[in-house]
């Protein structure tokens, strides 16, 4: 059985009872992490994170560890319903909230920049292919 480590204070309860049962199904496997990570598609690190509680799991890894553990997949995922509805979203558990950063962009600013530089090679290509075949010869003759 995995010794674990206590689960962060700020932690919901729905989402303690959630993180307490994977523990207790992953532990009943008798896998390790990297044999779990083997088993799923999910790598190591990203199992630590969600049984550590710093992460909440995806809905498709809690289906994941049931089917390597031959569990009832019904109960846990009526568990991580419950507990989607009070994880703190986008937040990493453990770090507690984070300040955006003072010089990072703002949502979204990079997506934007990529479409305003597509736009602009798209249009420098139009330019060039029109300026094309404006010099060309429309026939001999």
Do not use: N
Request: glycine share 8%; net charge positive.
């Amino acid at each position: 059985m995995t010794r674990w480590r206590p689960l962060p204070d700020a932690l919901p309860r729905e989402a303690r009872h959630l993180v307490e049962q994977l523990r207790a199904l992953k532990d009943r496997t008798g896998l390790s992490l990297a044999e779990l990570a083997r088993r799923t598609a999910y790598s190591k690190s990203s199992w630590q994170r969600y049984l550590s509680g710093a992460k909440q799991p995806p809905r498709g890894a809690v289906q994941a560890l049931c089917r390597v553990a031959g569990a009832e997949q019904a109960r846990l995922l009526t568990l991580w319903d419950l507990a989607d509805r009070t994880w703190p979203q986008g937040v990493a558990v453990a770090a507690g909230p984070a300040e955006p950063a003072a010089d990072a962009p703002p949502a979204g600013a990079e997506y934007r920049r990529w479409r305003a530089a597509a736009l602009v090679s798209f249009a420098v290509i139009v330019v060039l292919l029109a300026g094309l075949l404006w010099v060309l010869p429309m026939g001999s003759g």
